[in-house]
Nanobody, 120 residues
Framework: QVQLVESGGGLVQPGGSLRLSCAAS????????MAWFRQAPGKQRELVAA???????NYADSVKGRFTISRDNAKNTVYLRMNSLKSEDTAAYYC??????????????WGQGTQVTVSS
């Protein structure tokens, strides 16, 4: 079992930055592939960024060059650094964990989500 707790969301102006954190329970964190998904009102949940247990990363085209996913296995935490935020980045952001490649489909463990609102 893995429990995920996100933090770091909030209200930010266009062009601003935020860093999301996802703290995971359990001693097997380093074995898991991790990802951030987001869901805007009226839209389907979409993959934002993923990082494998080996550190390989993947990004949605819409966030490439602006967002960076990273992980700290010593702290059981995955991060999403978001720069140059746009209004279309407004969504609930969810942390996800699994043992499958998360670019194929989501893993079985989800956090509760943290809201990011980009508005002036």
């Amino acid at each position: 079992q893995v429990q995920l707790v996100e933090s770091g969301g909030g209200l930010v102006q266009p062009g601003g930055s935020l860093r999301l954190s996802c703290a995971a329970s359990g001693s097997a964190f380093r074995a898991y592939n991790m990802a951030w998904f987001r869901q805007a009102p009226g839209k389907q949940r979409e993959l934002v960024a993923a990082i494998s247990n080996g550190g390989s990363t993947n990004y949605a085209d819409s966030v490439k060059g602006r967002f960076t996913i990273s992980r700290d296995n010593a702290k059981n935490t995955v991060y999403l650094r978001m720069n140059s935020l746009k209004s279309e980045d407004t969504a609930a952001y969810y942390c996800n964990a699994g043992l499958i490649p998360l670019t194929v489909r989501p893993g079985q463990y989800w956090g509760q989500g943290t809201q990011v609102t980009v508005s002036s």
